[in-house]
């Protein structure tokens, strides 16, 4: 069962029988650089979900990147961590373990500080800038796989000003190759009941930032091929489903942690490049969508 919360993050329940598995995800939510260090928006965005954790028992939380606005962190001892992470998200509910993926923002500033705050933080979670986890989902031997994918280093990064223009492509070709290697050899080889594949940049959006072209040629290919459940992503700043009326693979944007931009812009390009594209766009409530294929 997929459901959407509010403006900001959607839990996720994956079960067979009476089996469950839950937790929560939410992107672009890092706050602000200037003191205090954090946004209202973030600040209710981390009151609803501790509440909604509590009330669902979530397992742990995932984070879709843009987790430090706008420059990332300087290094592991910023204060950045501190002040936008620990004691914002500080309810007693969302101390289980956050699984951390890498947004353009975090690129901005140092990258691998926010790795080697794994070895900091008891429940920050990023081993590298992209891995997989799986997890047993009751005792019939179903599982999830999750699969973290750094999209800054598959696409470019955006503009720090020119925040329109489109990822210009990889800053380095040979690292790019190397993780789209590991992304379909991981994929390949799963036999996860259910597979998803988190990354910042979206494949498909209506929003503001839009489709991302390297990702709809490379990544949603991997996707079809090897019958993945769904991939998530933040980057634009709304809530979205999208999918595909003769594909499986569901396409969820869930970008409003910190704020939320309601637009369409890219409504009619996406209509116009895949005309059995269905947009769904929540923004004001809880509302429950379709239940994930087993694969």
């Known amino acids: 069962m997929l459901r959407f919360l509010a403006l900001a993050s959607f839990f996720l329940r994956c079960w067979s029988s009476s089996d469950i598995v839950t937790f929560l995800l939410v992107g672009d939510w890092g706050g602000n650089d200037l003191p205090p260090y954090t946004t209202p928006a973030e600040v209710e965005t981390a009151s ?3 509440k909604t954790a509590e009330r669902l028992s979530s397992s742990f939380q995932i984070s879709l990147g843009d987790n430090f606005y706008h420059h990332g962190v300087k290094n592991v001892n910023d204060p950045r961590f501190r002040e936008t992470f ?7 509910s969302l101390q ?20 080697a705050y794994t070895n900091v933080s008891s429940r920050w979670y990023l081993p590298n800038y992209y891995y ?38 990889p800053a380095s070709v ?3 190759e190397l993780q789209w290697t590991w992304i ?3 994929i390949a080889k799963s036999n996860a009941t259910w597979l998803l594949v988190m990354g910042h940049y979206p494949i498909w959006s209506v929003c503001e930032h ?4 390297i990702l709809l040629d490379r990544l949603k290919p991997l996707l079809e091929k090897y019958n993945v459940s769904a991939y998530l992503s933040g980057h634009d700043h709304c809530l979205e489903h999208i999918r ?43 509302l429950q969508c379709p239940l994930l294929q087993k694969r």
Not at 86 to 92: K, L, M
Not at 96 to 113: E, R
Not at 142 to 158: E, K, M, N, R, Y
Request: proline share 6%; glycine share 8%; with cysteine.
């Open 174 to 176: 040979k690292q790019a």
């Open 244 to 286: 595909e009326e003769e594909n499986l693979v569901n396409y969820y944007v869930v970008g409003a942690g910190h704020l939320t931009n309601s637009s369409e812009w890219h409504l009619a390009l996406c209509y116009s490049t895949m005309r059995l594209l269905t947009h769904f766009r929540f923004m004001e409530a809880t």
């Open 96 to 115: 289980s373990t956050w699984l951390v993926i890498l947004g353009n923002h975090d690129h901005y500033g140092n990258a691998s500080a926010q790795i």
């Open 48 to 50: 609803s979900m501790g």
């Open 86 to 92: 620990e004691n914002v998200f500080d309810a007693p």
């Open 210 to 213: 839009g489709p991302t072209q």
């Open 132 to 169: 997989t986890e799986i997890y047993p989902v009751g005792e019939l031997g179903h599982t999830l796989q999750l699969v973290f994918i750094d999209t800054i280093i598959l696409a470019g990064l955006t503009h720090p000003v020119l925040r329109s223009r489109p990822p210009p492509g």
């Open 184 to 186: 379909e050899e991981t």
